[in-house]
């Protein structure tokens, strides 16, 4: 059975005691809401550490819609039967009180990164994210803490605030994990109905689109957007939210390819759609094979 500790001081307590006794300690921060995706993150972390922690927290500051908040699945016995299941040696559930006591003061902010995309699009998110992730790490003192691929911005502005806090802890990126027919899994995905969800399979869609213009030679940034565009609007149930190139290392938007943009790992095309009230995102290498 995986411990459960839902308050700072007391995963501190534990994670002192596990240092001291020479044990290294990885971490799996999450909202919840565990599917394939997180128990991905989970084995990964098994890989590479003595002790898994999984924090569940969801995580107020970084939600500007209340909706969103209020309507965030919550399914915390299933979440603590998977993390049993899994051999999670923790698990930290932090109230929102114990997190945020009266007089809490204090935000985190990572410029540049947190601008475009997701920042542009949900105003005060990433300020949310990264005090949150700080106050995670400090509470749970990990040696490593594993992100996924599907939230990249995040992963990115996370390691910035990593290495510009020398917080050292090693950040773990894992790939993007997705249903059959593409989907990238998410916890937002079980609020979508029956149409919905079979309509969801024109996000990735619209990122294999945008990457099967790109291969060719003479496609321009602008073609890419189209294609991905197109894939999104033929679909009666998505309004598109943005579809972003972007450079892979500083997140810039790009108007152009420059002749070694056209190889894996430099640019990055990002998808965020909505249906109804649910928001979705997605990205991939423009130019992996
Ligand atoms: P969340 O609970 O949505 O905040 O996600 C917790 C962690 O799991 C984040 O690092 C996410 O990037 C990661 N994650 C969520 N969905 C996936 C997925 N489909 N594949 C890989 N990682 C994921």
């Known amino acids: ?20 006794a020479g044990r290294t300690i990885a971490l799996v921060p999450t909202m919840g809401a565990l599917h394939r995706g997180h128990l991905e993150l989970i084995r ?14 969801v995580n107020p500051l970084q939600f500007g ?9 919550r399914p915390l016995d299933d979440d603590l039967r998977a993390c049993d299941a899994e051999g999670v040696d923790v698990v930290f559930v932090p ?9 809490f003061a204090t935000t985190v902010r990572v410029s540049g990164l947190t601008e475009a995309m997701e920042g542009a699009a949900r105003p005060g998110h990433f300020d949310g994210v990264t005090t949150v992730v700080t106050k995670l790490l400090a509470a749970t003192r990990p040696h490593a803490a594993l992100f996924g691929e599907k939230d990249y911005q995040q992963l990115a502005v996370v390691r910035r605030l990593t290495a510009d806090l020398d917080l050292g802890v090693d950040i773990v990126e894992h790939p993007t994990v997705r249903e059959s027919d593409g989907l990238a899994l998410s916890s937002r995905n079980r609020r979508l109905d029956d149409a919905q969800r079979r309509a969801a399979r024109c996000v990735p869609k619209a990122l294999a689109a945008g990457r099967d213009v ?12 189209e294609a991905a565009t197109r894939a999104i609007d033929d679909e009666p149930l998505a309004d598109l939210d943005y579809v972003a190139v972007f450079d892979a290392g500083n997140l810039r938007p790009i108007d152009r390819f420059e002749i070694d943009h056209r190889r894996a790992g430099r640019v990055r095309i990002a998808v ?8 979705l995102i997605d990205n991939a290498d423009l130019f992996a094979h």
Not at 44 to 57: E, G, K, N, P, T
Not at 65 to 73: A, I, K, L, T
Not at 272 to 279: E, I, K, T, W
């Open 95 to 103: 109230t929102a009180a114990s997190m945020y006591p009266d007089g």
């Open 44 to 57: 990964a972390a098994r890989q590479l550490a003595d002790a898994v922690v999984v924090s569940i927290f």
């Open 214 to 225: 790109a291969t060719s030679d003479r496609s321009s940034v602008a073609d890419v957007i």
């Open 65 to 73: 819609e209340r909706g969103d908040f209020d309507h965030y699945p």
């Open 1 to 20: 059975m995986a411990t459960a500790f839902d308050n700072p001081a007391a995963v501190r307590a534990w994670s002192d005691a596990t240092r001291s």
């Open 272 to 279: 965020a759609a909505r249906f109804s009230d649910v928001r």
